[in-house]
């Protein structure tokens, strides 16, 4: 019996130990996978104003043949001032009465050049540049990447949505085996209905065998101005920071509440330049072979005017005087920050150098 009793104890305290293990770290996190789907896309155009429900389905066919068929709902709109505001949401099961949480509200202002990202779930706003073309040329049809993959387009002719008049095209991408990993060649397929008066696409279906369907619909359209309240930051939303998106470094937060003064990057600054007076290279440098970058912290009223203005690096004095003088005279946009002209703090750059010939000028 005691034998007996003294194996069972033994098990006992196995099991205590495995389960006192089961309980200590036994793995490192792991970020996961993250897909985001993108939506219409809207080129900054002026007088061109709309507004819409874009609408997305997103069906995916797993291994095992379990079908996904999610969806979401998002507002999109653009003023004559090709001013854009879009929404980021979740998406949600197409079966289900499940509302699309809204996550993001975005706004891309070519005027000032800047794109504000607002994030609904900590009510902070990020400013960063914006610099997008407003015409867009579909890519040639014919081998993509040295041969590696190949593009197709056919014309699927013209159609009607929402009142509007659209122009088909679908474009077929094979790529070789190998491209991305594949055993075999891989197919996928995007086909637009573009509106030539509103110079979007009104419906997009993308087919691909790694991501599934994704058909995207823009609907309940209005050709009216959108109000423009829509375009402005939210009460109750603050600006976290202002920076370049070319250098994300280059920007400086404001300080929590204070909107007073923008500090932006050298990039957004030259965005919004309207006045240049070229500075003038010093005779006396340019026989002493004398050139380098003058850098100047220059402080903006709400009308554009230079307000203050002060040397942060110089290679040389004359150098100094000339960048002062000339940047003095320069004019500037205002600067908006929730629809109204704020001061803005920046830097500015002018580079002086000297050409292999004699006639050498600053840039």
Not at 18 to 42: F, L, W, Y
Not at 227 to 243: Q, S
Request: proline fraction near 7%; aromatic fraction near 6%.
């Amino acid at each position: 019996m005691k034998l007996w009793a003294l194996l069972a104890a033994s098990l006992l305290l196995s099991c205590a130990l495995v389960a006192q293990d089961s309980d200590q770290e036994s793995r490192g996190p792991d970020g996961g996978t993250r897909v985001r789907v993108e939506g219409i896309q809207v080129l900054p155009l002026t007088g061109k104003p709309f507004s819409g429900r874009s609408t997305t389905e997103w069906t995916r066919t797993l291994e095992d043949g379990t079908v996904v068929s999610t969806h979401l709902f998002a507002m999109v709109a653009r003023d004559s001032q090709g001013r854009i505001y879009r929404e980021r949401r979740h998406f949600v099961p197409t079966d289900s009465n499940q509302q699309s949480a809204l996550t993001h509200i975005l706004f891309f202002d070519p005027l000032t050049q800047t794109r504000t990202e607002c994030s609904v779930a900590t009510h902070l706003c990020d400013v960063t540049g914006y610099h997008a073309p407003t015409t867009f040329t579909p890519p040639p049809v014919g081998p993509i990447g040295d041969g590696t993959s190949f593009r197709g387009r056919d014309n699927l002719g013209d159609d009607i949505i929402d009142g509007l008049k659209v122009i088909g095209t679908r474009d077929t991408i094979t790529l070789n085996a190998g491209v991305v990993g594949n055993s075999q060649p891989l197919v996928s397929t995007r086909e637009f209905w573009y509106s030539p008066d509103l110079q979007i696409n009104l419906a997009v279906t993308r087919k691909d065998p790694r991501q599934g369907t994704q058909v995207i619909r823009v609907g309940e359209l209005s050709r009216a101005e959108p109000d423009p309240a829509l375009f402005k930051v939210p009460a109750g939303f603050r600006i976290e920071g202002v920076r370049s998106s070319a250098d994300p470094q280059q920007g400086t937060p404001i300080p929590a509440g204070d909107t007073s003064t923008a500090r932006v990057s050298p990039d957004v600054l030259r965005g919004l330049l309207i006045s240049r007076v070229a500075p003038e290279y010093p005779e006396l440098a340019r026989q002493l072979r004398i050139q380098g970058q003058v850098v100047l912290s220059v402080l903006i009223d709400k009308s554009g005017t230079i307000k203050d203005i002060h040397t942060i690096t110089s290679p040389d004095k004359s150098l100094t005087d000339s960048a002062v003088s000339a940047v003095t005279q320069w004019h500037y946009r205002p600067y908006l920050l929730n629809g109204n002209p704020v001061e803005v703090q920046s830097t500015v750059l002018v580079n002086y150098t000297l050409q292999p010939a004699s006639r050498s000028t600053p840039r």
